[in-house]
């Protein structure tokens, strides 16, 4: 399997701009995970999916983050209008069964907001 | 609300000393907790999961040990080797959801 795919690996934008994170997980996984990296913050839930339905999304700072799943495949982090707070980096993760399996992470969006 | 804590924030050891890094969490209602590996410019890496009803698992050189009464997990690793070298962080599910420590920094010298 080839794990859980992100993209972009790295996004740098101006504050204002609406910035795109994309994710695929792994195929048979019913969960998806979004999670933000940051030195002050360690690694925050953002929001979680289960069958591509939003079931825990109280991590999302605020409404300028959204975050949709439209299929089993994919999903989107979508942030408007950008901030420089906002720069961090973004993981994306997926489970086949979170009780009892292991997460898995993708290798994380590098977020700049200049 | 859960927290979780890690000690050492960083550690520095000769190669093939045995270590220990440790965890705390403040409310025992967990499905289950978890030890990751973090490289560099890298995701996390699923070392070893506890479920709440284990109270151990060990991988090739890794031991884990859950206490939920007690609200801590030990990471106790073999023989330390250079490979080993990056941020270790732990993980508490309260439910279906994650909540990580801050992570331990090891640094296995030659």
């Known amino acids: 399997d080839a794990g859980v795919i992100q993209s972009p690996r790295h996004e740098v934008t101006e504050m204002g701009q609406e910035v795109t994170l994309r994710c695929k997980p792994i195929s048979g996984h019913d969960y998806l995970f979004w999670y933000r990296q940051t030195m002050m913050r360690g690694l925050e839930l953002l929001i979680y999916f289960n069958n591509n339905v939003p079931i825990d999304d109280s991590g999302m700072p605020e409404d300028r983050f959204s975050a949709k799943m439209p299929n089993a495949s994919f999903s989107t982090l979508k942030i408007q209008p950008s901030e420089p707070r906002d720069s961090a980096v973004y993981f994306c993760?997926?489970?086949?069964?979170?009780?009892?399996?292991?997460?898995?992470f993708g290798d994380g969006t590098r977020l700049s907001i200049l | 609300k859960q927290e979780v804590t890690q000690i050492p924030a960083a550690l520095s050891v000769p190669e093939g000393e045995n270590l220990v890094l440790n965890c705390s969490f403040t409310?025992?209602?967990?499905?289950?907790l978890q030890w990751f590996r973090q490289d560099p410019g890298k995701g996390l890496t699923s070392l070893l999961l506890i479920q709440s009803s284990q109270r151990e698992q060990t991988s090739g050189r890794l031991n884990a040990s859950l206490d939920k009464s007690s609200g801590r997990s030990t990471l106790y690793i073999a023989a330390s080797q250079p490979g080993d070298s990056a941020t270790y962080l732990c993980?508490?599910?309260?439910?279906?959801?994650?909540?990580f420590g801050a992570g331990t920094r090891l640094t296995v010298k030659p």
């Open positions: 409310d025992s209602a967990i499905y289950n």
């Open positions: 993760a997926s489970s086949s069964r979170p009780e009892g399996q292991p997460q898995h």
């Open positions: 993980a508490v599910s309260p439910s279906n959801d994650m909540r």
